[in-house]
Structures are given as structure tokens and as C-alpha cells.
């Protein structure tokens, strides 16, 4: 049964395989022996190598072990956990916070314990999948609208019987396409018509606005957006995620989140790491401003090539190429030439959209970018892409 599904797989250019690292992830990596520039990480500040983030670690390793033993209900709260919220709630400028073991968890837990059967879901048609499942998993209806289309969002919201309680659900900075959900918008749509809009800033978090608080500062709304969800493994170079919100709230996800009552804690290493990271990234603003002129750099090299970009407006710039076989033909020849950044495919972008998402970061060289963009000149040559 399941050779002949993979098979099928492997008919549509659709098959995945793991490709083992010999070192960490960084602007190169070791991969099958040769070191490569890596450009498909999320790590967009460099700190999940940084000395301070893993000490950190290290120390609460030490003190703490490796393990946080059982649910946090269970087996009590470390002060790394306790720690860590302090810190989150304190940047994102809200009265708390709370840490999940991945933004998946997160997603599936808060999104049921805000709305359930009878309420009304809707969801941009490319937010993250964590988003669409936890919407499932809440049993309100769920419908969704699409992209970024303020307009079909209002007409359905029009034709929702008052008094239902409904849900909006959106990518912050969509993962896939690397453009931004027009926050002052939805807020504003969120008041007009009674509803709760719900935030997932996975990538936004550390990259975006001002100070790196994520989209919502950059937008200007965070005052009208009392809670959103983040991601620690992304910038913030650890692993695991977080709701930062009023404190009723809070409380309120402690005693009904499934995924939090009923998952062993994050261990006391990536809370103690992204804590250190969340210091660096207040302390270091240098970081990002090497990681926006990187983005540009990158930027302008692959529109000057003639490469097909998406919109975006973050350090996420994918190539879109469309078939998932020529997709994967240029990942293949862009590894040849040095540069590892797969292709991205079906289900993980609708059909007809195959690409190549690039992403860069704050410990990439302008040299290595050039050399990057040599290769991808070559790649796109030989697939009959320039």
C-alpha cells in the first residue's frame, strides 16, 4: 500500500527525502561532504549559533536536565518557562505570555479554546497549516476567503447571522509567499462586524516593525490586536512558540488548551536559549539591519536576473516557477552549483505554484550572496528559466 502511494508521489515530482547535516545550520551548511551556502533557513538573525544562546542552554541544562518531566500542571513550572514569559510579555509590550512546545501545538490548542461548534471561522486561503487544523479541530465552520481580499472577507462576513460568534484567522507574514496580511484592515473589519481576529506572527517575530516586535508593530496596531502567537524557533533561534495577550486570557488557555495541559513542557534549554535570543535581539539592533541589507542585496541580484518574485516584503523571496518537476530540476542544479534550497511543492503550496523559497539572514556576506547569485544565474540557464 504504501510503495505504490509513493510511487504515485513520485509520478507528480511530489516525493520528499531528509537530507542529513554534518554541522549546524548557519549561511553554510555540510551537506553529503561539501559545504554549501544554505538559504532556505528561518534562523533570520544568526542566533541560533550565537555563544550567549547556547550557554544559555547550557546552563539550564546543568541546573535544570534535559527533560521538563511531564505537563507543566503535573510536574510544576520551571523557572526557564516562567522566565522566558516574563521576558515575552514584557517585549511584546502585553500583560502576559505563554509558552507552547511548537507553534503547531499552539495553534491546534488556542484556536479551539476561542471558538467551538456554533461559531463561525475565517481563514486567508494561504495561512499556515497548523492554522486550518486548529480551525478543524474547533468544529466551528470554517470557510475560507481569498488572499488577502478585504473584499471577500467583507461579503462573507455580511452574510453572518448577527450574534454568531466568528473567528478570523491569518499569517501575520505568510511563510510560502513572504508578503504581509493587511493588519489595519482586518483590524478594523474584526470591530466593525463583532468578531475576534487571531494573529500567527511566526515569521514576523524578531524581522519585522521597528524594534523586531513583529508585524503588528509594524503596522502600527498593536492596540487593536490584544493577542497574537509566535514562533521561538525562527529568529529567536530555539524551538517552540508562545500566545502574548491579557492575562484572563492566559489564565484562561492554561485551564482548557489541550496541547499545554496535556504535553510535556518545553525542555528548559530552548526556554533558557530563546530567552537569551529575545536579549540579544533588543540589545543587538545591528543584527537586523544586516539581515534588511542582505534582503535587499539578494533581492535586487534575483530581480536583475529576471527570476519571477512573489510580493514580498520580507527576508522570505520565493522564485515562483509553477510545475513541481521543473521545481525540483532547479533545486537539483542549484545544489550542483553550491546552494541548498529546495524546492517547495504541493501540499505545501496550492497546486501550480511549485517554487523555490529563498530566505536569507543576518550572517549571510555580501560575498556569499554573490557567489549565490552566480549559482542561481547557472541554475536558471540550465532549466530554461533565464
Known sequence: MFRSRLQQLDTQSLTRHLHTLGSATGPTIQLAGRTVILLASNDYLGLATHPDVIYAAIQATTQYGTGAGAARLVCGTLPPHTE??????????TPSALVYGSGYLANIGVIPSLITR???????????????????????????????????????????PPGRPVLIVTDGLFSMDGDLAPLPELATLTQRFGATLYV???????????????????????????FHMGTLGKALGSSGAYIAGPTDMIQYLVNTSRPFMFTTAPPPASAAAARAAL??????????????????????????????????????????????????????????????????????????SSRIRVTI???????????????????GQSVHLL
Open 84 to 93: 522566558l514569559e516574563q521576558a515575552l510579555a514584557t517585549f511584546k509590550q
Open 118 to 160: 456554533g461559531g463561525q471561522i475565517f481563514a486567508d486561503r494561504l495561512s499556515h497549516a497548523s492554522l486550518i487544523d486548529g480551525a478543524r479541530l474547533s468544529r466551528a465552520d470554517l470557510r475560507v476567503y481569498r488572499h488577502r481580499d478585504l473584499n471577500h472577507l467583507e461579503s462573507l462576513l455580511k452574510r453572518t
Open 200 to 226: 500567527d506572527d511566526a515569521h514576523g517575530t524578531g524581522v519585522m516593525g521597528q524594534s523586531g516586535r513583529g508585524t503588528l508593530e509594524h503596522f502600527g496596531v498593536e492596540d487593536r490586536i490584544p
Open 279 to 352: 536579549t540579544i535581539l533588543q540589545q543587538d539592533p545591528s543584527r537586523r539591519a544586516r539581515l534588511w541589507r542582505n534582503r535587499d542585496h539578494l533581492f535586487a541580484g534575483l530581480t536583475r536576473l529576471g527570476f519571477h518574485l512573489t510580493d514580498s516584503a520580507s527576508p522570505i523571496l520565493p522564485i515562483l516557477i509553477g510545475h513541481a518537476e521543473k521545481a525540483l530540476a532547479f533545486a537539483e542544479q542549484l545544489l550542483a552549483q553550491g546552494v541548498y534550497a529546495p524546492a517547495i511543492r504541493p501540499p505545501t503550496v496550492p497546486d501550480g
Open 361 to 379: 539572514t543576518a550572517e549571510h556576506s555580501p560575498e556569499q550572496i554573490d557567489l549565490a547569485l552566480s549559482a542561481f544565474e547557472r541554475a
